[in-house]
């Protein structure tokens, strides 16, 4: 019994080590990101990719009506059935209702920067980073929240989420340069 709760003790201390090293990596592309910004940017232009980023945060969970948190719900639940039929079937969902919302946010996203300009103010290259930032977030959020989750991969998980700012950094350089 003594062996079986020392490999469970392994296993723990792994997954959170995995967890705080990608933590740790996570917050450093944070403040890189912030620091190319601030760095290449005006005070101005730094406060539109704040505010940009602030909407495609807002529109992403807005639109994605827990569709992350359903999915992951489901795949558990499937798990516990053993039911590998239905955990596929609830993943090809989930992924569609997921990127047929992420459209119809984007769409509407464009829809209201082309008939109402003044109402965000952005920019062209602002509103090109708001939308790239929506999609990567809504369909990222899907995979580590949603499925990740789901199959109780922490140390994954929290691979896919050092990933959404290692892709935001390469956005932002695109827009900007």
Known sequence: MKDGSESFAGVILKASSLIFVYLIIQRAFGYFFNSILTKTVSQADYGGYTFAWSVAMFATGIFL????????????????????????SVIKTGFTITVLLTFIATMLFIGVTTLFPTILSLTYYLTLFTLSILIIWSIGSFFSHGILTGYRRPEISGFFAMLHPVLSVTFILIVVL
Do not use: C, N, Q, V
């Not at 992951?72 to 499937?78: F, K, L, T, V, W």
């Open 65 to 88: 009506l827990g569709m992350p948190h359903a999915t992951s719900r489901y795949i558990a639940y499937y798990r516990g059935k053993d039911d590998a039929e239905s955990i596929d």
